[in-house]
């Protein structure tokens, strides 16, 4: 069976990456590439949505896909926890639905984050340093969000990270508690340092694309599985074996 995909914010960057998978694959086809002057109606009639947008576009995206009874995968930043837990109270009324959310496609980044967070326990100082090209309009970037909420989590029954300076903007914009540095600059595509201080040591988790390639597996997983997934999945992890050292099995929702 081939799936049918509507591309909206298929002139970016990571737009005509998937545009380029989804053309090479024999499984998926473009059901329509959507730029920001097009009409939304142009969804109509695909098995899946892909919002590669902004962010403050995407939630009018995914709730145009669900409208029309359109599964969505989504890789546009900016889904907090609370957009995610206000879309979760919407799929309630949508059993037949899933909306698949991937702050990072790359499988490097997501096995990164999720060694942070098995770190995140053994140590009361954490701090989040995430860089960008100059042309992401969005900070922190969705994966520094995602990183921080999901270390929050794991530190739920210890309280928050030590960070006494959360009126001081130069100690970055804090999520569950941790503090996350943004740089946007020519000359480098995507890096995320997480680091732990403890007594008289520091560990460093560094993750760095270098080239779009690396998020083709990531997509092509999360265009296979979305038409078929059901209610909200947030992380590429909750797609993949991980194991019993995994965040959650493959298809897990939120």
């Keep these: 069976m081939v799936t ?18 989804i053309e090479s694959s024999d499984d998926l086809r473009v059901h329509a590439g959507l730029g920001s002057s097009d009409p939304i109606d142009r969804i109509g009639g695909a098995d899946l949505v892909l919002d590669l947008t902004v962010p403050a576009v995407s939630p009018e995206i995914v709730g145009a896909a669900l409208d029309r009874g359109i599964p969505v995968l989504v890789g546009t930043s900016g889904w907090t926890a609370d957009r995610v837990d206000a879309l979760a109270r919407r799929m309630r009324g949508l059993p037949e639905l899933g909306v698949i959310i991937v702050p990072n496609f790359s499988l490097g980044s997501v096995l990164a984050t999720l060694a942070a967070t098995m770190l995140a326990p053994h ?3 954490i701090e989040i340093v995430e860089a960008h090209h100059e042309g992401k309009t969005d900070s922190p970037s969705g994966t520094a969000i995602r990183t921080a909420e999901l270390i929050g989590a794991a530190r739920s029954e210890l309280g928050p990270v030590d960070a006494p300076h959360a009126d001081q903007r130069a100690r970055g914009q804090q999520v569950a508690s941790v503090p996350i540095h943004s740089l946007r600059m020519g000359g480098l595509l995507a890096q995320q340092d997480v680091v732990f201080g403890g007594v008289g040591e520091t560990v460093r988790i560094s993750h760095e694309t270098f080239s779009d390639d690396s998020y083709a597996a990531g997509l092509l997983l999360g265009l296979r599985a979305a038409p078929t997934a059901r209610g909200v999945v947030v992380g590429l992890d909750k797609l993949l074996d991980l194991g019993p050292a995994g965040t959650g099995a493959p298809g897990t929702g939120r």
């Design 4 to 21: 049918s995909v509507a591309i909206v914010g298929a002139s970016g960057r990571m737009g005509r990456l998937a545009t380029r998978l």
């Design 123 to 125: 140590f009361s100082s």
